[in-house]
């Protein structure tokens, strides 16, 4: 399918920026300064995390997706990953939030592959918990799981919990990324991990760092890997930040906070820094809703 935007390796960003006109009155320094993710439940949907990992720190539970008597059913299991995927997502979660408590839900197997049942029993066990930021670095392409799909990411949505989703590595149509109540993400080649971009051309809405990205791997390793399946762990871990920091947003004004705070939003600021400052855009969060501050 054209027209999908689901990456942006074009490092000039002129052509994304977005004029504010007027200055905006929410700051990075008001959206995450000071703040570690402590207190944040962040479930991680992939194929398992490597306790113990150097970059990735303790993990707080680890469940994973089994078939017994022909139903998905989630159990507890020793934590453990087998091809790497979900201990290097955790890694980059852990790095942009470090205080933040990690949990794992295994729906893929050994060598990566799952079925949409699988996905769709853990990803509602893990709505169900109401963690706080659920990141799925995966996703499926087959359209019998569409309906099913985004009537637990909508419950996600309404209850709280914020979906951080990978957009397909391909330019190819694909599952939850799609829909509007997740926050969907695709890859940047900056090198900066804290440098998130919003995309004025959807459905992907963020890009961040996904290319050549130092990750988490197997029996304490490090590697490099690109893809959006890296990209999406750097905005769950800014959301996970944001919340800690603001637990009453909801997932809609924590998207917009996002929108505001993206390196490539101008709102007539004469210092173009996307770390900011608190005189830099105004201050406050007045009109969009403090939650519980």
């Given at each position: 399918m054209t027209g999908l935007t689901w990456r942006l390796l074009d490092p000039d960003e002129s052509a994304i920026e977005v004029d504010l006109g007027e200055p905006s009155l929410i700051t990075p320094e008001w959206a995450w300064g000071g703040a570690t993710g402590d207190g944040v439940d962040v479930c991680v949907v992939d194929g398992g995390i490597e306790p113990g990992h150097p970059l990735v720190g303790p993990v707080a539970?680890?469940?994973?997706?089994?078939?017994r008597d022909g139903k998905h059913e989630v159990e507890e299991?020793?934590?453990?990953?087998?091809?790497?995927?979900?201990?290097?997502?955790?890694?980059?979660?852990?790095?942009?939030?470090?205080?933040?408590?990690?949990?794992?839900?295994?729906?893929?197997?050994?060598?990566?592959?799952?079925?949409?049942?699988?996905?769709?029993?853990?990803?509602?066990?893990?709505?169900?918990?109401?963690?706080?930021?659920?990141?799925?670095?995966?996703?499926?392409?087959?359209?019998?799981?569409?309906?099913?799909?985004?009537?637990?990411?909508?419950?996600?949505?309404?209850?709280?919990?914020?979906?951080?989703?990978?957009?397909?590595?391909?330019?190819?149509?694909s599952f939850p990324w799609r829909f509007s109540s997740v926050i969907s993400v695709g890859s940047h080649t900056s090198a900066d991990p804290d440098r998130v971009l919003y995309n004025p051309n959807p459905p992907v809405e963020f890009f961040a760092r996904g290319q050549a990205v130092p990750v988490a791997g197997l029996r304490g390793?490090?590697?490099?890997?690109?893809?959006?399946?890296?990209?999406?762990?750097?905005?769950?871990?800014?959301?996970?930040?944001?919340?800690?920091?603001?637990?009453?947003?909801?997932?809609?004004?924590?998207?917009?906070?996002?929108?505001?705070?993206?390196?490539?939003?101008?709102g007539g600021r004469t210092d173009e820094s996307h770390h900011g400052s608190d005189g830099e855009r105004g201050g406050g969060l007045e009109r969009l809703g403090r939650g519980g501050h």
């Open positions: 539970s680890s469940h994973a997706v089994v078939k299991v020793e934590a453990a990953d087998s091809f790497g995927h979900g201990t290097a997502c955790a890694g980059i979660v852990r790095q942009i939030a470090p205080a933040c408590r990690i949990h794992s839900v295994r729906v893929l197997g050994e060598r990566g592959g799952g079925t949409g049942r699988a996905l769709l029993a853990g990803l509602e066990w893990a709505i169900r918990q109401r963690f706080k930021v659920i990141n799925m670095s995966l996703s499926t392409a087959r359209p019998e799981f569409n309906q099913a799909l985004r009537e637990l990411v909508d419950e996600a949505y309404f209850a709280g919990s914020v979906i951080v989703a990978s957009a397909h590595n391909s330019q190819i149509e390793s490090v590697s490099r890997n690109s893809g959006n399946s890296f990209a999406t762990p750097h905005v769950a871990g800014r959301c996970a930040l944001i919340v800690g920091k603001h637990p009453g947003l909801t997932v809609f004004q924590l998207k917009t906070v996002l929108y505001l705070t993206a390196a490539n939003v101008r």
